[in-house]
């Protein structure tokens, strides 16, 4: 039998759980969060009163704050690409709208509501140009993306347990940082965005581990060319107006770097801990591809390590389309 055949046949045997993966890492639309309980309420009478609020607040907050903030809405906002790319991993039917799809469907449901809530943050707080970041969100849907898994549905999952992980620390960081310049409504905001990016992050692990169950060397094999090949961002090919593809991810990232939201050092804490859950080092079974496939990963955060010490983020901040310094 073909890979492809047996990835197929593994995700048609864990199908029959995916009713109970939404029951235990899905929230029924009726009892989750939605924007508007965070945001001032546009039916109210204090409307305005509570958006000149919000606009104060957001006073204090520094350059490559807003930065961060910016790009993780825009991240968020490329959400029909992310939907259309698990649309067609293998085992994935949305004509016949097996499990899996139905998976996808309602965690796009649920990631939806993270780039609604930031998008009316900002354009409320009049501190960025959302013209500018309504294009760039443009172009990037238009761009698409290549995370490098193809349709393999081993090396997406992989991609998501990593990539949600990544969100949850982007997010919580942007909401630590919010609270200690003041903004607390701001804070809950991405904490509450950040609670379910973790959430995700359990379920498309789980995902992992029980594939590691039932096709452990194939899965070990996955999981290392992920690796080598390294995650790449879902905005890696951001861009600002009038420019080229990828132009601005590398200028944004290191915005992010500045301000410890999320750094060189995190993307090797993720791996880490994506070695420990799945608890690599004790699995049993492997062919010997698989064998070295774990000794490379079990040695790779070291070396990681090593090389994010020596990066150097440049110390001045980028002047982008998005955030003009008169605005703030």
Known sequence: MSIKNIRLEVMQFLEKNVTGYMDQYLIPVEQIWQPSDFLPNSEGDNFLEEVKELREISKDLPYDFWVAM????????????????????????????????AWVRQWTGEENRHG????????????????????????LINDGFDIGTGRDPYKNFVYTSFQELATYVSHNRVSQLAKGYGDKKLSKMCKMIAGDEM????????????????????????????????????????????????????LFSDSAQ?????????????????????????????????EKARDYLMKLPARMARISERIVIPKESHIFKWVEPARL
């Open 258 to 290: 500045r301000i410890g939201v999320y750094t060189a050092q995190d993307y090797v804490e993720i791996m880490q801990k994506l070695i420990e859950k799945w608890e690599i080092d004790k699995i049993v079974g492997l062919t010997d591809e698989a």
């Open 199 to 250: 959430r995700h992050h359990h379920a498309y692990s789980h995902f992992v581990s029980e594939i590691f169950k039932v096709d452990p060397s194939e899965m070990m094999l996955a999981f290392q060319y992920m690796m080598k090949a390294k995650i790449v961002m879902p905005a890696h090919f951001l861009r600002e107006s009038g420019q080229k593809i990828s132009s601005a991810f590398e």
């Open 70 to 101: 910016v790009g993780d809405m825009i991240t968020e906002e490329a959400l029909p690409t992310y939907e259309n790319w698990l649309m067609e991993v293998e085992g994935v039917d949305n004509e016949e709208r097996n499990g899996w799809s």
């Open 116 to 139: 609604d809530l930031l998008n009316k943050y900002l354009y409320l707080s009049g501190r960025v140009n959302m013209r500018e970041i309504e294009m760039t969100t443009q172009h």
